[in-house]
């Protein structure tokens, strides 16, 4: 795919198009980002009026509650897996490529090395249920489209892990962080730098792992972020997921391979220290 593509970025409110909007543009592309003001995916002909025109779709627009979930499964279906059926038909009628974005929570986390991308699902919540039934319908119903998966998301245009816990190193002694969930810590400037590099290579339609490269857990996370910013890491304690029930299950293992992205000739997202070291040099966060 050249430069100069139209593209329309749905869930334009969150934390990813925060980055990926200027990010397409900085690349030239001419970008029309749309939130849950401008338009209602769980609508079939909003979405298909808003894709008409475009070359490109990237669907961000998600239920990402994951705990409301649990009480809300339709509510969250209606999103995660109707809404993204609107996007893919509209995508699809428009003759445009889409880009979707889903979830390691696809999976049981149940795993000892990470996850293929062709790995049967199995997931354990009602959030990872209508993502998943949100994949199925991309693929259904938008043959040209990329589903993108990631984890551990973190950025400056919105509420994360990260900015948690520098908050909470101000106000507490000590911190309990979770050490047995096992993930990638992801910036959402790399993500959105991925996905920008994905349409560049126009890389052949497929599952994706848009997740930073090496793995952590909660608590290596969290003293990670300490250490970055000259605090002590032994102020945080590591605990077990049982210290602190949630409604949804938390995949113990949600690390991702990315050997889809290394055969379609794209290189991978970097380590995620790297990643969090350059955030965290740009973040106004204290």
């Given at each position: 795919?050249?430069?100069?593509?139209?593209?329309?970025?749905t869930g334009a409110g969150g934390m990813l198009a925060h980055d990926l909007v200027p990010a397409l543009r900085a690349a030239g592309h001419v970008v029309?980002?749309?939130?849950?003001?401008?338009?209602?995916?769980?609508?079939?002909?909003?979405?298909s009026a808003a894709a008409a025109g475009h070359d490109l779709v990237?669907?961000?627009?998600?239920?990402?509650?994951?705990d409301d979930a649990e009480s809300h499964e339709p509510q969250a279906f209606a999103v995660n897996a109707v809404g993204a059926a609107n996007v893919a038909r509209g995508a699809s009628r428009a003759g445009a490529r889409l880009a979707?974005?889903?979830?390691?929570?696809?999976?049981?986390?149940?795993?000892?090395?990470?996850?293929?991308?062709?790995h049967p699902p199995?997931?354990?919540?009602?959030?990872?249920?209508?993502?998943?039934?949100?994949?199925?319908?991309?693929?259904?119903?938008?043959?040209?489209?990329?589903?993108v998966r990631t984890a551990w998301l973190y950025g400056a245009g919105g509420p994360n892990f990260?900015?948690?816990?520098?908050?909470l190193a101000g106000e507490r002694e000590t911190l309990d962080v979770v050490d047995d969930q096992h993930g990638q810590p992801t910036w959402t400037g790399d993500l959105a730098d991925l996905i920008v590099r994905m349409v560049a290579a126009d890389a052949p339609a497929g599952t994706y792992h848009g997740t930073s490269s090496g793995e952590t857990t909660w608590h290596g996370l969290a003293r990670a972020v300490f250490e970055a910013r000259g605090l002590d890491p032994k102020r945080v304690r590591p605990t077990t997921s049982a210290a602190f029930p949630r409604p949804a299950a938390r995949p113990a293992y949600g690390v991702l391979s990315h050997a889809t992205l290394d055969a379609a000739g794209v290189i991978p997202i970097r380590d995620w220290r790297a990643a969090l070291m350059d955030y965290l040099a740009d973040?106004?966060?204290?």
């Open positions: 795919m050249s430069e100069g593509l139209r593209v329309l970025v029309t980002a749309v939130g849950r003001e401008d338009l209602d995916v769980t609508e079939p002909a909003e979405c990237v669907n961000c627009a998600a239920w990402t509650r994951v979707h974005l889903s979830t390691d929570y696809v999976f049981d986390g149940q795993a000892t090395m990470p996850y293929a991308a062709e199995s997931p354990r919540s009602a959030y990872g249920r209508t993502k998943l039934a949100g994949e199925w319908a991309v693929r259904a119903l938008c043959v040209d489209s990329w589903v990260v900015a948690t816990m520098l908050r973040s106004p966060i204290e």
